[in-house]
């Protein structure tokens, strides 16, 4: 389906990557959003609300985090696509919704732009260490999304792959951004929204008696149904069964939370986004992702012009993790060099990918800026010997 | 007075049963059912637990506002009074601890046409989700919230809750409560509800009227329904059975409506004001939403009718 015209910003910006965060959940189609007041994320949702009054739809500024992300979940299900925005601190208070998201099967979008923590850490300043929050955080088992801008342009495009996927497979998609992403201005294309394709909603055209709210047909994604469709549907946070009851049996719990984590693992080669460059022959392959992917690449060419043979692969979905890829990458080089604006997070899933095959080295920073290119040259140099 | 109770409890039509035997049960139609779940009968709740005579009461409230039923939705939070979201058939929702307000807030604000009920408890609503009943009440969301105060944590195992009274004795202050309770009336008239009342499961028939009521007003209502809850409140303080509840609340209950909410907080043994104690008017969010863009925006202001998502041609 294409982009409803009303929401899209057609023509060419100077833009920095939270308002194009911002025009790219309005031409998703997104006329819905719940906030709480936190840097560096607040200007996603200012411009918002400053937007959404001229195309048709609502924003609320609630009284904190826990509010805004279920008060989206509760635009969704009375139609709208929806979303929140937050940094560190208040990511750490929406975990609970994530996993509300995920066992209701919720489609909507949580956008982090990460900044330095723990606490409330480096409020005005970049860091990449939540993403392992984004995948772990809410308690017990699931699956979400996680999408790793590296520019304005990206902030914009990946905004609606985010909700496209949060629809497609019915699952909260982590838009995981950071300081220097969201606050740095570049050009944005956005194109006419007979370019732009949306995912609508997957929604039952069943008959009342007929509709499963939790049944699926093989693809292991429910239709859903709306408030005030006549349906009369029960969402609940227990394990439910295909009725949406509770039901707290063994088999009904195996069922629904292997449902909820295969939905996702067994569609990972169509989710997973990369961007590859000279892996064939590499000695060394970097794997980086968000900003600290364009300082990589400096230093991808510095060890270039060394004669070093070191190929890049960028993580554009952090998770759900690509973790055959690495496998095969691994088999034929020498190491992976992973530099991330955390003490070691998305490296251990490479390492762990890498299952020995290759070495992994990881180039650790603690936040507050981003890396030297020399010290990911360093050790790029270091796991070419 | 408990045979009158139950007659109007149980039953529904005039049939007495004695003058025509048990074939004429068959053709009794009890007419809360239709707004009930009938396949996920039994219930949780313990007998004499007052939570099921809310829900009947609300049943009726639903028949004599004569609301209509496809537009909707009900909203609960998380404990006893929280698993009422499961038993009507209505579109509902069983959300996160504390955060049915919030939760129903997207529900209307997304979509303005829904009628949309909160129906959870008081631990619920006025501690761990007490900012977003103060804020919703502030804002003026058109949510009609029930609010069933049973004076205790139940669904854990009766902890202190911020509406047990002094001097009860629960498992977190099994030396007796010595924090002082919410008096919720007072709380969210001041925060901002248009609409507030108080009754007790002895006062059904009350009780169904404000909420009928409650349906006719635009902006935050509040329902307080004083209730039983035997198992973990009156076991441990030594006040009987459901049976005892009934015969304390219609000795210690007084009507006095329009009572200054200031007055209405409660003891562990002492009188329970009931009755509607606030009915105003002020305009809801969505309206002062409305006209606030209307004002600076004016043409270029786009109204949320375009705010559902398109969806998927329908296949033939």
Known sequence: ?385 | MTDSLNNDLLNTDSCSGDSCGDSCLDDVVNPVEQFLRSDRVPHIWCPGCGIGTTVNSFARALIESKIELGSLALVSGIGCTGRVAGYVKLDSFHTTHGRAIPFATGLKLANPKLNVVVYSGDGDLSAIGGNHLIHAARRNIDLKVICVNNLIYAMTGGQTAPTTPDHSTTSTNPYGVFEPSFNLPHLVEAAGAVYVARWTTYHVKQLSRSIAEAFSKKGFSFIEVISPCPTLYQRRNKMGDGLDAMKFYKEKSKVKHGCPTSEVGMTMTGEIIVGKFVDRERPDYQTMMRAQYQESLGDSFVDQSSVQVQEEPVCS
Request: charged share 20%; with cysteine; glycine share 10%.
């Open chain 1, 1 to 385: 389906m294409k982009a409803d015209p009303k929401g899209v910003l057609t023509g060419t910006h100077f833009m920095d990557g939270d308002h194009a965060c911002c025009e790219g959940a309005l031409a998703a189609g997104c006329r819905f959003a719940a906030g709480y007041p936190i840097t560096p994320s607040t200007e996603v949702v200012e411009r918002f609300a400053a937007r959404v009054p001229k195309v048709g739809g609502a924003f609320i500024q609630m009284e904190d985090e826990l509010a805004a992300s279920i008060t989206l979940q509760g635009g969704v299900w009375a139609g709208a696509k929806a979303f929140t925005v937050t940094s560190g601190p208040g990511f750490s208070l929406m975990m609970e919704h994530i996993g509300y998201a995920a066992m209701t099967e919720t489609p909507c979008v949580f956008v982090d732009v990460q900044r330095g923590g723990p606490s409330t850490g480096l409020p005005t300043l970049p860091a990449q260490a939540d993403m392992m929050q984004a995948k772990w955080g809410s308690h017990g088992d699931y699956e979400i999304i996680a999408l790793c801008p590296n520019s304005p342009q990206e902030c914009f495009d990946l905004t609606i792959k985010a909700f496209n996927l949060a629809e497609e497979y019915r699952v909260p998609v982590m838009f995981m951004m950071d300081e220097v992403v969201g606050h740095m201005t570049e050009k944005v294309v956005i194109p006419p929204a007979d370019q732009i394709e949306v995912t609508p909603r997957k929604h039952t055209h069943k008959s009342v008696a007929d509709y499963l709210p939790y049944g699926t047909n093989g693809d292991m994604v429910p239709e859903m149904a709306h408030a005030g469709d006549g349906y009369n549907f029960h969402v609940t946070g227990l394990t439910h069964d295909e009725r949406g009851y509770p039901n707290m049996t063994l088999p009904v719990q195996d069922r629904m939370v292997r449902r909820l984590q295969n939905k996702i693992l067994s569609a990972v080669d169509r989710i997973t986004m990369t961007e590859e460059e000279q892996i064939e022959g590499a000695d060394v392959v970097v794997v980086s992702y968000g900003i600290t992917s364009r300082v990589a690449q400096r230093a991808i060419g510095l060890a270039r012009d060394r004669g070093l043979r070191v190929g890049k692969l960028r993580l554009i979905t952090a998770w759900p993790f690509p973790e055959k890829k690495i496998r095969e990458i691994a088999k034929k080089i020498k190491a992976f060099v992973v530099p991330e604006l955390n003490l070691g997070q998305m490296v251990r899933e490479v390492e762990r990918s890498a299952g020995g095959q290759a070495k992994t080295f990881a180039v650790s920073h603690a936040g507050g800026g981003v890396h030297n290119p020399e010290d990911i040259l360093k050790v790029i140099v270091e796991a070419s010997r």
